[in-house]
Every structure is written in C-alpha cells, then in structure tokens.
C-alpha cells in the first residue's frame, strides 16, 4: 500500500489573508487549501514534483484565482498536495505519499488535485481550490464524497497557474455542500441563473461506461424527470472521444513540459513517467486528427445544447479503487473514467459533480454538464439532486 500522507504540502502558522474579513464579504470566516500549482506570493510552487520545484523561484505574487478568493473574505490555510505535475487521475504521488481519502481510507482520493480534496472531506479546510484538465476536481469530489465544480474554460484567468494542457486547463473547487460552491461559483460567474425551461438529458452512450452496480445505484436515484436518453457523442462514441483527448491533450502538454523534461530527467512515478513518454511521441498529423474529432464534437454540441438543457450522467466508473490496485488494472478504470469526463473538456464546458451515495460502502458522484457560461445554472438545478 502507497504511503498515506497528511493533505498538505505545507499548512500555515497564521493563515494568509487580504484584509480584516468584513461580514459582507461572500467567503467572509471561510478557510480555503490551495493545490500547488497555484502561485502565493513568496512561495516555491512545486507542482507535486521535487525536481520541479528545485528549479523554481518563489512567487512574485499571488495566482489570479487566489487574490480573488483572498478580496472575498477567504483565509488560505496551506498548500495541498497533488499527482505530480498533474498528469494523473489517481492521486498516487509516488515522490511525496498519498492524501488519505477519509470517506474511503482504503481507497484513492483521485486527483490530480487529492490534497484539496483530501483536506475539504474531514473539515480540514472549507474550501479546496484544484485544477481540472481531464478530470482533477471532478474524479476527487466523486470519490471523497464532495462537491466539484470544473468552471467554464476561460471563466477564471489562469494567470499564477502551472499549466498542463492550456486548452482544456480550468480552476475548479472542492465544497462539502451546495449552498457554499454556490456562494464560490457567485464570485466568479455573473451569468443569470434563469432559463425559460430546464430540460434534463441521460445520454445513453455515456451511461453505457460505469460499471453496472454504480449504473443501477445512480439511475434508481435519479429525481422524476422527463429525461432525454439520446446519445450524445458523435461517429465514434466513447472510444473516439477518449483518443482524441489522449492525443490532443499530450501533445499540448510535451509542448510545455517536454524540453525541461528532456534536460532535467526527472525521476517520475509509475503510470507518470509512462504517460510523459507516450506524449512525447505524438506527432503533428496525430494532433490534427485529434483537433478535427474536438471541432465534430463541439459542433454537435453546440447544436443539440441549448441554453437550459442540462446533460445528467455519472461522474465516474465507479467508487475510487483500492490502495492495492496495481498499475496494470487502475489504467483501464483511468481510460473509462477519461471517457466520460473528455465530453466536458473537449467543448469547454462546465460540470459540477453531486455526491449522489454509496456502492461497496464508497462515495459515487452524479454529474450536471451545461453550455459554456451556464455554472451557476447547474449549481441551482443541483438542488433538485441533493436529496435523492
């Protein structure tokens, strides 16, 4: 079993704070955890890797995303840790331990973004701050037991921010309840929350990935709604999507990562050093074919997604693995878990994960996806969720 390790990287003495917290405040007396890929002023930001973080110089400044949080009353109490740099879903840093996940302590916490979610599950923290790329917030919240919401892409600027794959690349956060993500999506998306008609969608080619008891447990669950159950995926299906994002997402990422990777051969984990060679080895004509299939899906989604149609579908596969899964029986658990969330970070979309009960004695969460810009839409629907 991998070596369980405290949340964070480093938690402050005194926590960080703009100014004296005034009640009017929206995240007025809130604590917030923040993964290390976001700057604070005068910090190493490490990305959950030793070499990585060797080679930095401390912050200038804060991140964008997290002065923001500062100016609305939050208190940031430490950073958290994370899969190195964030090119996992599992949360199994095999330089600094594991975050315990404390709705599951046999299971992983996912990632990247374990340690934020990690710390919000006990009451350590009362907000997470992570990134999301192909699945960092969503896959955590699902398996701690949480609320995750991935923004909208481009919602919340990305300046302080370590990058992976700069177009599917968003801030998202970690809450233990609805009325509080909704206060966090409030202070950053302005967009009307009305919609003439709320229209509910179970896409039947994206409920056909979860293993059968986690199918059977959401779908019982579900509210009475009039749902659509379409496919959503265009020519292709799951199998498309999952390659196109493999391969787009890789190559964007060997583009940023791959000549300090090259120099500084740093001494990854299992599953990470695997993932960063097979990046390095996608070509040009490969990233075209990926960028045509995102263009296809984004395209139909746009025409069947309009504004207050919502797309409901599960989270993840199932409840997270065990701590003593091998490598060899986690990657196809990642494939169908990418599969499901790639709909969301091919087309920019923003999804917000519900905790929606329990499979094995372990959390499994529900998914509400919507148009770009629609986050605080999805948050205000989820309320219709919360209680089944």
């Known amino acids: 079993m991998p070596d369980i390790c405290d949340a964070f990287i480093q938690r402050f003495d005194h926590p960080l704070q703009a100014d004296p917290a005034t009640n009017d ?11 290390d890929n976001f700057d604070i002023k005068g910090m190493i930001t490490g990305a959950g890797n030793p070499e990585f973080a060797e080679d930095q110089k401390p912050a200038a400044e804060h991140a964008g995303v997290v002065d923001t949080l500062l100016k609305n009353g939050a208190s940031v109490i430490g950073k958290t840790q994370m899969d190195e740099l964030a090119y996992s879903l599992m949360g199994l840093n095999a330089r600094y331990g594991v975050p315990l996940n404390t709705a599951a302590p ?29 699945g960092s917030v969503r ?16 919602l919340i600027p990305s300046d302080g921010m370590v990058p992976l794959a700069a ?3 968003v801030s998202g956060f970690f809450t233990r309840d609805r009325d509080l ?26 409920w056909a990935l979860p293993m059968d008891e986690t199918r059977e447990h959401l779908r019982s669950a579900l509210p009475d709604f009039d749902y659509k159950r379409d496919a959503i995926l265009p020519e292709g299906g799951a199998e498309a999507s999952l390659s196109a994002f493999r391969l787009y997402q890789g190559y964007e990422i060997w583009r940023h990562f791959g000549d300090w990777i090259s120099k500084r051969q740093p ?20 990233f075209d074919d990926a960028s045509a299939y995102r263009n296809r899906l984004r395209e139909r989604l746009d025409a069947v997604l309009p504004e207050g149609t919502i797309l409901v579908y ?17 990657e196809p658990y990642r494939n169908r878990a990418l599969s499901l969330m790639s709909v969301a970070g091919h087309a920019g979309l923003p999804q917000i994960s519900i905790p929606f009960g329990t499979v094995d004695g372990a959390p499994v969460g529900l998914s509400l996806v919507g148009r770009p810009g629609s986050d605080r839409l999805l948050i205000k629907a989820a309320a219709s969720f919360q209680s089944f």
Do not use: N
């Open 25 to 35: 405040q929206p995240l007025a007396g809130l604590t917030v955890a923040v993964k």
């Open 167 to 169: 177009s599917y690349d």
């Open 314 to 330: 599960p989270t993840a596969p199932g409840p997270a693995p065990l701590l003593t899964t091998p490598q060899s029986e986690l």
């Open 181 to 206: 993500m909704q206060r966090i999506i409030s202070v950053f998306c302005q967009a009307p929350t009305d919609a003439a008609d709320i229209s509910y969608w179970t896409p039947e080619d994206l």
């Open 106 to 134: 046999s299971r992983v916490p996912g990632g990247s973004s374990s340690g934020s979610a990690s710390a919000v599950a006990p009451g350590l923290a009362d907000i997470g701050l992570g990134t999301d790329t192909g």
């Open 139 to 154: 896959l955590p919240a699902s398996f701690c037991g949480l609320y995750g919401w991935r923004s909208t892409h481009g």
């Open 267 to 286: 001494a990854f984990g299992p599953g990470i050093k695997e993932r960063f060679a097979m990046a390095s080895q996608i070509t040009k004509a490969d």
